[in-house]
């Protein structure tokens, strides 16, 4: 592992911005912007939905939870209810603004919180996770902010939703400020869940502990990305709960680390407003990744700072995917100093080649389109060309079982990018006669002390180079002769292949014999070739299953000399 550095947390006082306590907040103040009721809105959607979800038979033991997708009843789901409705009851704009029927409902489902909580304050992640603190923050997280909201409702008989509320919240404190972690983000979800306790009712126990994370330093690398690198789920929320951090500890000096992973984001950006994701290291791997978790903290720090940029990639993410930004719209609705009018938008980097050696990427775009290429990924390139995506190219030969290539690294050469292995492919010879085991355990005589011979090897080379209008992949593989080798060209579900022959027997398999071939999603469209097929068989042993999408393979022979462009 490259050695990383650490953001320093220091004890400095807060900037100037003015920001208001969130256990004080009037939505009836006539001060809204529209995108907030517009997303007021959009959040009375899906209400119907929940209540059929509810349990209601008070002989069942979780009653008044609310089931998730797969009929199981969770406090997961619960809260998210809770929460959703919080938002709703205590904001003029929802239908369902001070509803009784809507806070009995919610009354139960804060019933069943109590009941699922364990003696010691934590809860349960049904899919996983057991007695679990980091789960627990999480839950605090959704569910401070909407006890707020449900108290500055006004609600008739909010009060014994209020106490079930407040009991969860002080029991779930009592675990996070003793309880352990699993990952590096749980540290920063459990310290904002405690500030947000904190503000409620300020215990010294709970800055302590949140003292003592921050201890560890945030785990920021030079290119400005956290340790689990994980752009489309937990990189946006670590940004927003470290502002939760910040604010709530006077340490503006957090923002830093925050600014240095929205500006290294704005170049994981693809020209149709999605962002990279195939660097992660968690679930969001290789995924569709969208910006709206990014929304909080983009415009947080673009009024704090004036910056244009930011600004921008606001306006960007208002312009793809506003409907999802409800997700956050508790966060949005807590601070009414983020309501403010942002500053004008500042051009955004659309043209660069960049590289992030500690993420293992390279980032090459050029307007309309775009190229990323990643160490220690067989997938090792994506091209986009706005909705038309070819997700990964993959190269494998069918060497000793070990033939799918991947770098270990990239290097810029000249105007090329170059990632490079070598196989080897050894045979053995009798094992040395005076280390024999009698028995002939061969769990004691390990093939490394038997002398190799008829090695063979196989080195791979490919270079990426920019053309007009795209990239040129240069493929050179060679040392053992007569190898057979295939080519994937592996492209997002949903659009349509041009020039492509469909393979006999593999489905959503494609051979590519004309020169060029292409792919069309809507109004965008990408060029490929050159076609090349002197066999077909696809699936190579060693090689990794096919995925799940439309396909197109080159296939050949060692030594493979062969160039692909994609425009």
């Not at 809260?79 to 369902?96: C, D, M, R, W």
């Not at 995506?389 to 105007?415: H, N, P, T, Y």
Request: proline share 6%; charged share 20%; aromatic share 10%.
């Amino acid at each position: 592992m490259k050695r990383r550095t650490f953001v320093h947390i220091g004890a400095t006082t807060l900037g100037a911005l003015p920001l208001q306590g969130f256990s004080t907040l009037d939505f009836t103040a006539p001060a809204k912007p529209q995108w907030i009721i517009d997303l007021i809105k959009l959040n009375d959607r899906g209400f119907d939905n929940l209540f059929a979800a509810q349990i209601v038979d008070t002989t069942k033991k979780a009653y008044g939870a609310i089931k998730d997708g797969e009929e199981i009843p969770n406090v997961q789901s619960s809260g998210h209810f809770i929460a959703k409705a919080a938002i709703a009851l205590a904001n003029p704009e929802s239908q369902y603004y001070q509803s009784a029927d809507l806070l009995k409902k919610v009354g139960l489902a804060a019933q069943y919180l109590l009941k699922a909580q364990h003696a010691d304050g934590t809860i349960d992640l049904l899919s996983t996770n057991f007695h679990s603190p980091p789960d627990t923050a999480f839950s605090v997280e959704k569910l401070a902010p909407a006890y707020v909201f449900l108290k500055t409702s006004q609600t008739k008989g909010v009060e014994p939703v209020l106490t079930a509320l407040k009991t969860f919240l002080q029991r779930a404190g009592e675990c996070l400020i003793v309880g352990g972690i699993h990952t590096p983000n749980h540290r920063w979800v459990v310290s904002a869940a405690l500030v947000k306790l904190n503000e409620l009712w300020p215990d010294p126990r709970y800055i302590k502990r949140v003292e003592q994370w921050l201890l560890e330093h945030i785990d920021l690398d030079p290119d400005g990305q956290y340790t689990e690198k994980s752009t489309g789920g937990y990189t946006p929320l670590v940004n927003r709960v470290l502002i939760t951090i910040a604010k709530g500890l006077n340490k503006p000096e957090i923002f830093d680390a925050v600014r240095k992973n929205l500006n290294m984001t704005m170049y994981y950006v693809h020209p149709n407003g999605e962002v990279v994701t195939e660097a992660s290291n968690r679930q969001d791997k290789g995924t569709i990744g969208t910006l709206e978790n990014y929304y909080y903290s983009y415009r947080y720090l673009a009024l704090r700072d004036q910056n244009g940029e930011y600004a921008a990639m606001c306006r960007l993410i208002e312009k793809t995917c506003f409907p999802k930004m409800v997700g956050s719209l508790d966060a949005y609705l807590e601070d009414p100093s983020f309501w403010r009018e942002l500053p004008g938008s500042k051009a955004l980097p659309d043209s660069y080649a960049k590289a992030f050696p500690h993420s293992g990427v390279v980032r090459i775009r050029r307007g309309n389109w775009d190229a990323t290429l990643l160490s220690n990924n067989a997938g090792f390139l994506t091209f986009h060309k706005g909705n038309a995506v070819l997700q990964a190219l993959r190269i494998a030969a069918s060497f000793f079982g070990k033939g799918q290539f991947q770098s270990a690294e990239i290097k810029q050469e000249g105007d090329a990018w170059v990632l490079r292995n070598k196989l080897e492919g050894p045979y053995y010879q009798p094992y040395p006669v005076d280390q024999i085991d009698p028995t002939g355990n061969l769990d004691k005589m390990p093939r490394s002390n038997r002398q190799k011979s008829e090695v063979q090897y196989l080195d791979y080379t490919v270079k990426v180079t920019e053309i007009k209008d795209g990239i040129a992949v240069d493929f050179d593989l060679s040392g053992t002769d007569g190898v057979p080798v295939s080519l994937e060209l592996i492209f997002r579900p949903g659009g349509e292949l041009g020039s492509v022959k469909a393979h006999a027997s593999k489905p959503k398999a494609f051979l590519l014999s004309a020169p060029t071939g292409s792919y069309t999603q809507g109004g965008d469209n990408i060029q490929f070739g050159s076609g090349l097929v002197e066999h077909q068989a696809v699936q190579l042993r060693g090689a990794l299953p096919a995925m799940d999408a439309p396909t197109v393979y080159v296939t050949g022979f060692t030594p493979f000399k062969h160039r692909i462009t994609l425009t």
